[in-house]
């Protein structure tokens, strides 16, 4: 009995032990069990993907290919389990089955979609009117067959390269159907547009880069039908697409020979094409933007070299006709031609003066909108002047203008400023030769006023251009290489060739016969102002002379007496001097006071028609009305220091007062 009862006692304190002794094997067994879970499910994996009746849209697909991609990361994670590698290459094989069948099917479905479309109108093209039908309805409504599945190979993209290596060929396989679609019926709608337009290059590229806008963003909206990832392969068959209307447009562009075409095509390229639709729409027109660019780059090249053509036949070669020298008969022809239309509207009040609407130039207004920030007119008034008009303007003058108002929002700033240059300085160089041609054909005073207004008109034009005309030249200077050279050749250092030290004459002449490089810059609106003023000194030292000449020349000699007097010469008395008894003074202020009275009015005259502004007149002719006044002050003084006061009423002398009153009358 005792020995039962211990039996017993000993058992029911082993029982605790046992019991967590089994809790343990039990814990263990399910820790085991769920570990040899994720490697049981091979079988049942492979059985499902070897099942013939098996489909991709199934229910059950996509749940096992999630199981699939637990149980390759679980067994990845633990290489120390036995037989890893093999029933990693064993899931791998189950993973590259899966890919198959999804690429298969995705595959299968966009070439049949290709197919279909491609059986029921060969000669689609997309701007018919079933285009949309035939290349995007199609396709989208496909989209949902194929969307879950690329969304689950994008969404397992980033974790296993399988699957990303899956989507690149999927990805492959739809670019290829659509360009096997859009190719040749893109090629056909661009032969179309050309036939269409074959006379109108800006209508042409137009039509063509709108109808590109179109064709990227509807194939960025398919895309994205089908996908949730971008890919570059897109823009990159979008590029290959618009290469298509680049590879028609470009053998067009390298033959335009206007200036007002290729700035019209630049600004359509870049204002339309480039700052409008491109920046709205950056993500979807990049390709199309690169093409455009591209394009641009060629019209804007062309237009640069037909540029430097343009000036050198247009202005630097132009050969001025009879008319456009007919200075100033064309201007007095215009005058009263303005004169019979205001006399004609005093007749009839009641209507719009016609002079008034009809003497504003309408080439005028279409500068403005070529790049000039301003009109050209150089003053705005309902009455415009002759001389004023667009049309009356020297040819040169006029094509200059215009061709920097084409280049202004056309080109870089750099590029603009090397053909300002150039072209400026070709249009100040023709006016300098026209205004020798009126002045020898009419009068000094024509020619003259002709290149001041002309050149008063080109720097108030180049005004509104915002850049600077400034270029930067490079030269090189030998000058001190031609004294070294002819240094060492000079017989004496003949004998210092040798000489192994600094008197070396060759190491001299390296030394010393270095070239320098030299910069300059030239300034085209300077060139300008400095030509104006020339043209304005010259016009008012002419003036002057042709007044008060006769005094100038008395004046210098009496000068000269002084001088010699002064000098150690013998002492003068003026009064006695045969050229200067006051009867002769008397003929010579006479015939100075006549000139003044009787030319001043046409030289006032021809600066009104000219110039025909009051201020620019007076800013002109104020030099030689000083002039006038002031040669009249010192002939006064010298006279009342000279001669005596019979004397002084012989010569009768205009006071300063007369000359300032008959000046001012004048006007």
């Known amino acids: 009995m005792t020995t039962l009862l211990f039996v017993c006692s000993s058992i029911c304190g082993m029982l605790p032990n046992l019991c967590l002794s089994l809790s343990e094997l039990v814990d263990l067994a399910e820790n085991i069990q769920q570990k040899l879970s994720y490697f049981n499910e091979l079988e049942n994996i492979n059985t499902k993907l070897n099942s013939p009746t098996l489909s991709v849209n199934s229910e059950g697909f996509i749940p096992m290919l999630a199981k699939l991609d637990d149980c390759i990361a679980y067994i990845s994670s633990h290489p120390n389990f036995k037989d890893y590698p093999v029933y990693l290459i064993k899931f791998k094989q189950c993973l590259s089955k899966a890919m198959h069948l999804i690429k298969t099917y995705t595959v299968n479905t966009l070439q049949n979609l290709t197919s279909q479309l491609m059986k029921r109108d060969p000669s689609a093209v997309p701007n018919s009117d079933n285009a949309f039908t035939l290349f995007y309805v199609k396709f989208r409504a496909a989209a949902p067959k194929v969307r879950t599945l690329i969304e689950q190979v994008e969404q397992r993209s980033e974790k296993m390269p399988e699957y990303q290596q899956v989507l690149n060929e999927i990805h492959q396989c739809y670019l290829d159907q659509r360009e096997l679609l859009l190719g040749p019926s893109i090629a056909s709608t661009v032969t179309e547009l050309t036939s269409q337009n074959n006379r109108d290059h800006c209508a042409l590229v137009r039509s063509g880069c709108a109808f590109m806008v179109h064709v990227c963003q509807d194939e960025h909206?398919?895309?994205?039908?089908?996908?949730?990832?971008?890919?570059?392969?897109?823009?990159?068959?979008?590029?290959?697409?618009?290469?298509?209307?680049?590879?028609?447009?470009?053998?067009?562009?390298?033959?335009?020979?206007?200036?007002?075409?290729?700035?019209?095509?630049?600004?359509?390229?870049?204002?339309?094409?480039?700052?409008?639709?491109?920046?709205?729409?950056?993500?979807?027109?990049?390709?199309?933007?690169?093409?455009?660019?591209?394009?641009l780059e060629d019209v804007q090249e062309r237009l640069v070299y037909r540029t430097h053509i343009y000036i050198q036949t247009d202005i630097t070669g132009y050969k001025p006709a009879p008319g456009d020298l007919a200075?100033?008969?064309?201007?007095?022809?215009?005058?009263?031609?303005?004169?019979?239309?205001?006399?004609?509207?005093?007749?009839?009040?009641?209507?719009?003066?016609?002079?008034?609407?009809?003497?504003?130039?309408?080439?005028?207004?279409?500068?403005?909108?070529?790049?000039?920030?301003?009109?050209?007119?150089?003053?705005?008034?309902?009455?415009?002047?002759?001389?004023?008009?667009?049309?009356?303007?020297?040819?040169?003058?006029?094509?200059?203008?215009?061709?920097?108002?084409?280049?202004?929002?056309?080109?870089?700033?750099?590029?603009?400023?090397g053909l300002s240059q150039e072209a400026l300085s070709a249009c100040i160089h023709s006016l300098l030769g026209a205004a020798d041609s009126i002045s020898k054909n009419k009068t000094q005073v024509d020619g003259q006023l002709f290149l001041v207004k002309h050149l008063l008109i080109l720097r108030e034009q180049i005004a509104p251009f915002h850049t600077d005309f400034t270029i930067k030249e490079i030269s090189l200077d030998l000058k001190k290489t031609r004294d070294a050279a002819f240094k060492i050749l000079n017989p004496k250092t003949v004998s210092r060739f040798f000489r192994l030290n600094s008197n070396n004459a060759l190491i001299q002449f390296l030394l010393e016969g270095t070239p320098e490089i030299r910069e300059h810059y030239i300034d085209s609106k300077k060139d300008v102002d400095r030509h104006l003023k020339s043209a304005c000194e010259q016009f008012i030292q002419q003036q002057t002379k042709q007044f008060i000449e006769q005094l100038e020349e008395f004046m210098t000699k009496v000068a000269a007496l002084k001088t010699m007097a002064t000098e150690g010469g013998p002492k003068y008395s003026l009064s006695q001097q045969p050229w200067a008894q006051p009867a002769k003074i008397n003929d010579l202020v006479s015939s100075t006071y006549k000139t003044i009275k009787t030319k001043l009015p046409s030289t006032l005259r021809s600066m009104s028609l000219y110039l025909s502004n009051k201020d620019t007149e007076l800013i002109l002719f104020k030099p030689v009305r000083n002039n006038i006044q002031q040669m009249f002050q010192k002939l006064h003084a010298l006279l009342k220091e000279e001669f005596s006061d019979e004397d002084l009423q012989i010569i009768a002398c205009p006071s300063v007062e007369q000359v300032n009153l008959l000046l001012s009358m004048s006007q």
């Not at 390229?269 to 990049?286: F, P, S, Y």
């Open 327 to 417: 200075y100033p008969d064309k201007l007095e022809m215009m005058e009263q031609i303005a004169q019979s239309l205001k006399e004609e509207q005093k007749k009839l009040p009641s209507e719009a003066s016609f002079s008034d609407v009809r003497l504003e130039d309408p080439e005028s207004c279409s500068l403005v909108k070529s790049g000039s920030a301003e009109s050209l007119n150089p003053r705005h008034q309902t009455t415009i002047s002759p001389a004023d008009l667009h049309g009356m303007w020297y040819p040169t003058v006029r094509r200059t203008l215009v061709c920097l108002s084409k280049l202004y929002r056309c080109i870089d700033r750099a590029v603009f400023q």
């Open 221 to 295: 909206q398919l895309y994205n039908e089908f996908f949730t990832k971008p890919t570059p392969k897109l823009d990159e068959l979008l590029e290959k697409l618009c290469l298509s209307l680049y590879d028609v447009l470009r053998p067009m562009i390298i033959h335009v020979i206007h200036l007002e075409t290729l700035s019209e095509l630049c600004g359509i390229l870049k204002n339309e094409m480039l700052e409008d639709h491109v920046q709205n729409n950056a993500e979807q027109l990049g390709a199309f933007a690169a093409g455009v660019k591209q394009m």
